[in-house]
C-alpha cells in the first residue's frame, strides 16, 4: 500500500497536465460549529492561496472532513480526478499547474518566505494545538464542545480522546507537550 506521501506526490504530477476544473471544491468541517483554531488557519490560507492564484473553487462543508481527507488532515481539495490535503501539496499541485504567486521574487526573497513559512509552520501551529489540545480551559470549554459536536455519544467522546492523544503525542516528540501556557506564550 503506497503511503499518503507519495500519492500525493504522484497526484502533484500527474495534475499538472489537467486544466484547472469548474467544479473544485475544498473540503473542511463546519464552521460555526465545529472548526478549531488550527483548522480553521489551515482553511483560511488555502482559501486565500487559491484567490490570489484567481482560480475557481467551492467550499464545501462536512462533518467528517478530517477523516475523508487522504492525510487525516484538513483542508483537503478535490480537483478532478485528485485528492490533495493540507496547505503545501496543495500550493505544489497548484504550481505544478504553472500558477506561481512567487515568480517574481529573487532567490533571496523565496528564500526568506520559504523560512517564513517554516517559522509558521514551527511555531504558529505548534502553539494553536497546544492551546486548543492541551491547555485545559481551552480544551473543555472550546475543544471538545466544538470537535465532537457531530457525532453521537459515546463517538464523540472516543474521538476526542483519540485526537488528543494524537496531538499530545505530536507536540511531546516536538517537545511542546510538558510547556505552560507562560511558555507557548514566549514561543511566539
Given at each position: 500500500?503506497?503511503?499518503?506521501?507519495?500519492?500525493?506526490?504522484?497526484?502533484?504530477?500527474?495534475?499538472?497536465n489537467e486544466?484547472?476544473?469548474?467544479?473544485?471544491?475544498?473540503?473542511?468541517?463546519?464552521?460555526?460549529?465545529?472548526?478549531l483554531l488550527?483548522?480553521?488557519?489551515?482553511?483560511?490560507?488555502?482559501q486565500a492561496?487559491?484567490?490570489?492564484?484567481?482560480?475557481?473553487?467551492?467550499?464545501?462543508?462536512?462533518?467528517?472532513?478530517?477523516?475523508?481527507?487522504?492525510?487525516?488532515?484538513?483542508?483537503?481539495?478535490?480537483?478532478?480526478?485528485?485528492?490533495?490535503?493540507?496547505?503545501?501539496?496543495?500550493?505544489?499541485?497548484?504550481?505544478?499547474?504553472?500558477?506561481?504567486?512567487?515568480?517574481?521574487?529573487?532567490?533571496?526573497?523565496?528564500?526568506?518566505?520559504?523560512?517564513?513559512?517554516?517559522?509558521?509552520?514551527?511555531?504558529?501551529?505548534?502553539?494553536?494545538?497546544?492551546?486548543?489540545?492541551?491547555?485545559?480551559?481551552?480544551?473543555?470549554?472550546?475543544?471538545?464542545?466544538?470537535?465532537?459536536?457531530?457525532?453521537?455519544?459515546?463517538?464523540?467522546?472516543?474521538?476526542?480522546?483519540?485526537?488528543?492523544?494524537?496531538?499530545?503525542?505530536?507536540?511531546?516528540?516536538?517537545?511542546?507537550?510538558?510547556?505552560?501556557?507562560?511558555?507557548?506564550?514566549?514561543?511566539?
Amino acid at each position: 500500500m503506497p503511503s499518503v506521501i507519495l500519492t500525493e506526490s504522484i497526484a502533484v504530477e500527474l495534475g499538472a497536465n489537467e486544466p484547472w476544473p469548474e467544479d473544485a471544491k475544498l473540503f473542511q468541517p463546519y464552521e460555526v460549529e465545529q472548526i478549531l483554531l488550527p483548522s480553521n488557519a489551515s482553511s483560511l490560507s488555502v482559501q486565500a492561496f487559491l484567490k490570489m492564484c484567481g482560480l475557481k473553487f467551492d467550499i464545501e462543508m462536512r462533518p467528517n472532513a478530517e477523516h475523508m481527507s487522504p492525510s487525516g488532515n484538513i483542508p483537503f481539495l478535490r480537483c478532478g480526478s485528485f485528492v490533495v490535503s493540507e496547505f503545501e501539496p496543495i500550493v505544489a499541485f497548484v504550481n505544478n499547474k504553472g500558477i506561481h504567486l512567487s515568480d517574481h521574487l529573487d532567490a533571496t526573497q523565496q528564500a526568506d518566505m520559504r523560512a517564513y513559512m517554516s517559522l509558521i509552520n514551527s511555531v504558529l501551529v505548534n502553539t494553536e494545538l497546544y492551546i486548543s489540545w492541551c491547555d485545559s480551559t481551552t480544551m473543555q470549554e472550546v475543544t471538545k464542545p466544538r470537535y465532537g459536536s457531530v457525532y453521537p455519544w459515546p463517538l464523540n467522546h472516543v474521538l476526542i480522546w483519540r485526537k488528543q492523544s494524537q496531538v499530545q503525542k505530536k507536540l511531546a516528540v516536538l517537545e511542546w507537550k510538558d510547556k505552560n501556557l507562560d511558555d507557548v506564550s514566549f514561543s511566539i
